[in-house]
């Protein structure tokens, strides 16, 4: 199964895609989409658009494992992320990609078995879980294989695989 990892974002969204047999996770690819900040809106969530319809045409996921907005501090940044949320979410629709969606308690709850913790415990998981200590150097990227692998795990909890 291949499962698409997303961390939504307006200026950087990170994406990745693992490959998920029995109990093998291998990193396909990764990488980001990263809009420009002194861009009007709408551009943006244009090129947020067009790249992924790219990438969903290039690798064609089985699955999306997607971060969930459930509370933000930063109260500038919640809608620009929403929306370009819900860009995503309408390109992985019209694509017919199966949708799971996890908050980042949940992601970090399933890969390090406390839901608060921190950065570096995430990414010694996801280089334990891919068994290698290569992790892309942009946080969001290491953040949306952290979400697929979560994915991985909470499918053979659950028995949800599509």
């Known amino acids: 199964m291949k499962i698409l990892g997303i961390d939504p974002g307006m200026a950087i969204v990170g994406y990745s895609l693992i490959e998920f047999e029995g109990d093998n996770i291998t990193l396909l ?12 809106e709408s551009a943006r969530l244009l ?3 067009n790249d992924m319809t790219t990438l969903l045409e290039n690798f064609k996921p089985d699955v999306c ?5 459930f509370f ?3 109260q500038t940044t919640v809608m620009p992320v929403a929306h370009a949320r819900g860009v995503i979410l309408t390109v992985l629709e019209k694509f017919g990609v199966p ?9 970090k ?3 390090t078995g406390y839901g608060r913790a921190d950065k570096k415990e995430v990414e010694q998981m996801v ?19 952290a979400i697929a692998i979560c994915h991985t795990r909470s499918c053979v909890n659950q028995a949800v695989m599509v």
């Open 127 to 145: 280089k334990l879980a891919l068994s290698s200590d290569n992790l892309p150097k942009l946080d969001d990227t290491v953040d949306s294989i």
């Open 47 to 49: 090129e947020i658009f």
């Open 72 to 74: 933000f501090r930063n």
């Open 109 to 111: 709850q399933v890969l």
């Open 65 to 69: 494992a997607i971060e969930k907005l």
């Open 99 to 107: 949708v799971f969606e996890y908050t980042p308690m949940e992601v």
């Open 29 to 40: 690819t990764s990488g980001s989409i990263q809009t420009e900040k002194g861009s009007r």
